[in-house]
């Protein structure tokens, strides 16, 4: 809700514009609530995250942060090009059916072609994310003491894990089921929502793969 909002979002979506296709995921963490009361950007959730990865130095304090690849804070475009360049590991396919507000989830990653040995004596976790696309109150963009926004886009803003802050030991190949998983309260429009699976190492939380499923 802070102004900083609309810059983070217009310099991401300009630059994912520039990845090779299924390189780059949009995923934004409100984690601090707004002086506001009418805010409906904040979720628990987001603040566990960034307190996390703070707690092991990951990211620094303060905001706004860019988060590439769970690791640093970086806006030097040199750096994310080069992450997008690298070979994907793996391969995954998601099915997500929905049975009003409770949803079944399956999952499968297998490493690509001549891959696997990238991944040596690694362990990995799985995690379960539900992202929204909402109209929101949002100050004023250019600091000019303009009147607050009830309407801006806000897009990709987390709405929480279904299955817990790191979510779930995996082990590559295997398939990853979670059933009945209630949609989080938060998500105010189920059409406006994606399933986003995100395959990390257990230990530095590096993202090593992603899939998305438009509900």
Not at 1 to 23: F, I, W
Not at 128 to 150: M, P
Request: charged letters at 25%; a positive charge.
């Amino acid at each position: 809700m802070c102004s900083y909002c609309p810059k983070q979002a217009y310099y991401l979506k300009k630059n994912s514009k520039t990845y090779p296709e299924n390189r780059c995921i949009l995923i934004t963490f409100h984690d601090r609530q707004s002086e506001s009361s009418v805010t409906n950007l904040y979720n628990k959730f987001s603040e566990d995250y960034h307190k996390y990865l703070r707690s092991i130095k990951v990211i620094p304090k303060g905001h706004p942060v860019f988060l590439y690849n769970s690791l640093g804070s970086f806006t030097d475009d040199r750096y994310t090009n080069d992450i997008v360049k690298d070979l994907s590991l793996l391969s995954m396919k998601t099915n997500v059916t929905k049975n009003n507000n409770k949803l079944n989830i399956e999952f499968k990653a297998i490493f690509c072609k001549g891959q696997k040995e990238r991944a040596k004596d690694k362990k990995f976790n799985v995690i379960v994310l539900v992202t929204e696309d909402i109209k929101g109150y949002q100050a004023d963009i250019e600091h000019k003491g303009g009147a607050w926004k009830n309407d801006y886009p806000h897009t990709n803003v987390c709405r929480g894990s279904l299955n817990s802050l790191w979510g779930a030991p995996y082990e590559i190949g295997s398939t990853y089921t979670l059933k009945n998983k209630e949609i989080p309260a938060d998500v105010v429009d189920i059409k406006n929502s994606k399933i986003i699976i995100l395959v990390l190492e257990s230990d530095n939380k590096r993202i090593v793969g992603f899939d998305e499923y438009k509900l």
